[in-house]
Every structure is written in C-alpha cells, then in structure tokens.
C-alpha cells in the first residue's frame, strides 16, 4: 500500500470531519495486518494534524468561536488544567505554546536563579 | 561604598536581563524506549545533534532524522521513561559551558562535576560538534611537544598540533605513556609556552579514574589538566559524545592561543559505544558490525587537533589518541582507520612489555610523519645518530641469530645496540628533562657506556643524572638544555662531564 492509497484510505475514513465507525471497520476488514498498523498509525496522525488542543485551568471564560475563527480548519478540543492557574496551552499537531501564569511564575524562578546562583 | 546610584543602576539592568514571551516548544512523543535509545513521533522542528527533554527532566540528544519519527539517545539515566512520556525541543545545540575555572576539574561530557565541587555555570558555550580549522589558519607543525621518554622524543617526536596514536594490546602501558607526557608537561624548556592537558577517560573502570586523577595531583600537574570521565558504567551517549567534549574544552583554551594536549583514552571504547547505539538505532551493520560512518566519527574528532597561526592566536592542541588491539592485530578494522587518520603511531609490544623493555616501544612499528621538524636543534643533532645506530643494531642481530663469527666492527655494534637499548628503559611517572635525555644520548653515541655492563646502565644513567645535577656542571647542562644545535665543540664539555663521572664511580666490566 503506498503513501497515496493510504491518504485516500484516511480522508475516505470521515464523514463532514468527524470520523466514520461504519467506514472505518468496513476499510480494516479489507486489509492485511501490516497494513491495518499502518492505517492506524495514519489516522492518529490525521487526527492530530487536524485538531487542536486548547488546555485552561477553568471551564468557559472565553471565547470559542473567536478561537475556531484563527483556526478555521481544524476541529477545537477543550480541556481542563488548573495547574495553569491563568491563561490557556495550545498544542497544535506538535506546536506547542503557553501563554499562562504558570509558564510565567517558572520563566521568574528561572531568571531569579540564574540571578542568585 | 557602593553608591545608591549603581545599585538601583544593578537592579534595573536585571529587570531588562528578564524577557517573558509566550513558551513555544515542539513537542513529540515517547514511542518507543530501546536500551538508551528512545523513538518519538511528532518533533517536526526537531535538528540534528538538537538537545531534547524528556518527561520534561531527562536530557537527550537527536541523532537520527526520519520522514515520521526522531531517534534520540539518552544522556541521563533511562529507567523511568515510558511510552507516551513528552518530549520536548530546547533548540541549543549541545554543548558544555567552559570558562578558565575548569582547569583542575573533573567533568562528565556534560560539563557536570564529578569532583564534588560547584557546578560551573558562567563560561563560554562550547558546541560539542564543530568544523575543524581550515588550511588557510593553520601552519606547519614544527614546535615540540616533549614527552620525557626518550625512546619518543629521540625517534619518535610528536610536535604541537600533531594527532599521533599510541596502540597495543591492553595492559602493555599505552596509558603510562599519555599519563607521562602530561606529568612531562610542567618540565617546560627554556621560552617554551606552557601546554594545558585534557584527559578524556572512556568506558574506564572508575578505580582506574580515580588513580590517574591521584597520580597527577600528586605530580603536582592537575591544575592544569581538565578530566573528562564517561566510565564503564555511564550510558552509550556519554561514552560516545566524552571526545568531542574534551575537543570543545581544548577549543576553548585554543581559542585565547594557549597550547593544548588531549589523550584520548580510548577511542576503541568509543568506537563500541557508537556501535551499540548505532545497532540499537538499526543502521545497517558493515565491517565487524560497526556502522559506515565510524571513520567520519574518529576523522571528524582528530581533524579538530590543530595548529593555528599567528593571525588566529597561534594556539595548537595535539592529539594523543590510544587504541587497543587484540592479539597486537594492527590490521584490524579500527586500528587501521585510526592509523590511516593520525600523523604517525606509536606502537607497545607484549613481548617487548615481557623481556622487560619498558616503555615497550617497537620501534620499527612506530613512526612519526611530522619527524626530526617537531625537535629542537639540541634533539636533532643528537637523535640522528642514535636512529641509525638502532636501525643497523636490529639488522645486525637478525643476522647474529645465526651465530655466525663476527668481525670486531659488527660486534662493537652490537654491543652499542645493546645498550641503546638499554638505555631507553624508563620508569613510568619519572618523564626526563631534555636535557637530561640529551645527556643520556651522548653518552651511549659517543662510546661512553660501550664499557659499562649491560645490566648497570639503568643504574649509571641515574647516578650520571644526579651528577650532571650539580652546580658545577650547570653550565653545561644550560646548553644542552637551550635547545641550539649542538656543535663537536658544544661535545666537549658533555664528554669531560660524563669522564669525570666515570673516574668517580666503578662501573667498568
């Protein structure tokens, strides 16, 4: 199975974005067990590629449809971390940036050590 | 006193010191965990030679770029990591922090004391990877860098900035000659610059370590040497990464264009280390299972010995790598690469080691390419004579075997070979002045010993050095020691010493 099979496998696998139990089983029953791995390993990375997680130390307070406006491709998932304290983590496929009071407080000690040491 | 001024002038300058920007990473994940060598997927970011952390606290180092996954081998312990743990970039190259306080010090590739002492945080980032200097800053190697063997100095000279290789099989004293020439350092001829030494111990036991470390702080020389340990027991990476370490540490000190000697010890461990880390990596396996580039690793390290002109510092480091043969096989796959890559060899023989000849030089095996250029005028005029002696002692005794009747020539040679030979036996951790080794020369070259016993010239040669030590004789010892080429008339004075020598003591048969 090359590259190219195996991304029309992938993009088949979804239904309006949101993948498709039915598609999904009906392609793996078609395929030999070298090729189900790679399958799978093709649509996390889809999966990944095409989301994006937003992490907040709260529920709510903010804007989501602002958000998905920046990003108007891929699908949004929200969780919750309230070790961030304030401000919110983004991963995006393997980009990752955090702009919160936590990062901040360790950029501080970071800087007062190497200050005092 | 400090004025209020300065203080609040200090103050501000360390609030501009801190820059908040939003944290930007690239991240990936643990996939797989493999003796040390970890496969993570995402990392798109990720370069070659890249420091990574992992679960935000385990150190490693990106050695392998692939179209869906990094491979990563580990600087710190492994036990801990599993899969699905983060993985991070930090985007610094590695590299290990050096500043002049590093002198004395025992490090691990890293730059991480092993000594017990404080951390050295403030120095300059030196890249662990670097290009070696280009043919336009370098010149010829023609300043000497004494060992204080003289089996060595005398035939096989090593100049500054020079890669010579010292090989043999194991326990045959590879080690004592790299440890006495760093011992020799602090025995700086007259307007010679000084020589800084790092030592690089890889896959040693720590016993092993420890006792080199004892023995050069007690010849009073660690102060100006750096250690750096990747022992038996440390991970594949550090063992792999210690030479380029020490290679970055010496660049620094080439850098303010001070003269740099490194020992390499050995890079036979280094070369099993990569080997392992290559085979884990699934490259695929060549020549006795090393991978195709260990030539690049062993080339790419010995290239970075150096000496620069005067525009670039005129700074040098001279390599003293050491490989260890099996069974004395020089043909195999590592010696030769290495012999192939270095400006000459030095070859121990077990059974020279065995008939008791300490150092055990063979040498007929052992060359330097850089030759008589990398003497001083003092050495050259003497050695010369001594080589060819040598060089026709050897042929002679093959022809001797035969117990044919020699003629009084052929006999007188080889007694005088015999004793030569003698001659250069020398103890470990007692590396001579030259020119105390230049005294040793003219006493076997010009005829001096041809009546003294066989078996008491070791004794001879230490009661003439005690002699010649004197007050009386300081003259005499000063030319030999200032490095001039030495004229019949420059002779004389050395054979009256060594005469009156004779008068005062009873060796003769």
Redesign the interface.
């Given at each position: 199975m090359n590259r190219q099979t195996l991304k029309q496998l992938v993009i088949g696998s979804y239904n309006n974005g949101d993948l498709d139990a039915k598609k999904v089983n009906k392609i793996a029953d078609l395929l030999t067990k070298s090729e189900l791995r790679l399958y799978i390993?093709a649509l996390k990375?889809w999966e990944?590629q095409n989301k994006i997680t937003i992490e907040v130390p709260t529920e709510g307070g903010f804007n989501l449809e602002e958000l998905q406006d920046v990003f108007p491709d891929k699908k949004l998932v929200i969780s919750v971390d309230p070790s961030l304290l304030l401000g919110m983590r983004l991963?995006d496929?393997?980009?990752?940036?955090?702009?919160s009071l936590k990062?901040?407080l360790e950029?501080?000690t970071e800087?007062i050590k190497e200050?005092y040491? | 006193m400090i004025d209020s001024n300065d203080i609040l002038k200090q103050l501000e300058d360390?609030v501009k010191?801190?820059h908040?920007d939003?944290?930007?990473?690239?991240?990936?994940r643990v996939e797989v965990n493999h003796d040390g060598v970890i496969t993570a997927s995402?990392?798109?970011?990720a370069v070659m030679g890249e420091r990574v952390l992992i679960a935000g606290s385990v150190s490693g180092v990106v050695l392998d770029l692939t179209e869906?996954s990094v491979s990563i081998i580990l600087l710190d312990e492994s036990s801990d990591i599993k899969e699905g743990d983060t993985v991070?970039t930090t985007g610094e190259l590695l590299g290990v922090i050096v500043s002049d306080d590093i002198l004395g010090r025992v490090v691990n590739p890293l730059g991480v004391p092993l000594d017990g002492k404080s951390a050295i945080?403030k120095g300059k980032l030196m890249p662990l990877e670097r290009i070696a200097a280009g043919v336009v800053e370098r010149i010829d190697v023609d300043a000497p860098l004494k060992t204080g063997i003289k089996a060595i100095d005398a035939m096989i000279p090593i100049g500054r900035g020079q890669r010579e290789l010292i090989i043999g099989d194991r326990g045959l004293g590879k080690t004592a000659i790299a440890v006495d020439t760093i011992i020799n350092q602090k025995n700086l001829g007259k307007g010679q610059k000084r020589v800084l030494s790092v030592y690089v111990a890889i896959g040693q036991k720590q016993s092993t370590i420890a006792q080199i470390i004892g023995k050069l702080k007690e010849e009073g020389v660690l102060e100006n040497t750096v250690i750096i340990a990747a022992s038996a027991s440390d991970p594949a990476a550090l063992q792999y990464l210690a030479p380029y370490a020490g290679a970055a540490i010496a660049e620094y000190f080439l850098e303010k264009g001070e003269d740099v000697l490194i020992v390499y010890d050995d890079l036979t461990k280094q070369a099993w280390a990569y080997r392992q880390i290559s085979l884990v990596l699934g490259r695929p396996a060549g020549r006795e299972a090393y991978p195709g580039d260990i030539f690049y690793v062993h080339s790419r390290l010995l290239e970075r010995a150096v000496r620069l002109n005067k525009e670039n510092g005129g700074g040098s480091i001279t390599a003293l790598p050491i490989i260890e043969t099996q069974a004395g096989d020089i043909s195999a796959y590592i010696p030769t690469n290495v012999i192939s890559i270095t400006d000459g060899q030095i070859f121990v023989e077990a059974e020279l080691f065995n008939s008791g000849i300490r150092p055990a030089i063979n040498v007929g095996f052992s060359v330097s390419r850089v030759g008589s250029a990398a003497q001083t005028g003092a050495m050259k005029s003497v050695a010369g004579k001594m080589k060819l002696e040598l060089a026709q002692y050897r042929e002679l005794a093959a022809f001797a075997q035969f117990g044919s009747e020699l003629d009084p020539e052929t006999s007188r040679q080889l007694e005088r070979g015999k004793r030569s030979t003698e001659l250069f036996k020398q103890n470990q951790y007692h590396p001579l002045p030259e020119e105390y080794e230049i005294l040793s020369i003219i006493a076997v070259t010009r005829g001096h010993l041809d009546d003294i016993p066989v078996e008491d010239i070791s004794r001879f040669e230490a009661e003439l050095h005690e002699f010649a030590g004197g007050k009386k004789h300081q003259k005499t010892m000063d030319r030999l020691a200032n490095g001039e080429k030495l004229k019949e008339d420059d002779l004389k004075p050395v054979d009256e010493m060594i005469r009156e020598f004779k008068k005062g003591a009873d060796f003769t048969k």
């Open positions: 390993k990375n990944k991963t496929n393997d980009d990752l940036y955090e702009m990062n901040s950029k501080i800087h200050q040491d | 360390r010191g801190f908040y939003a944290k930007t990473q690239n991240v990936g995402g990392l798109s970011k869906d991070s945080k």
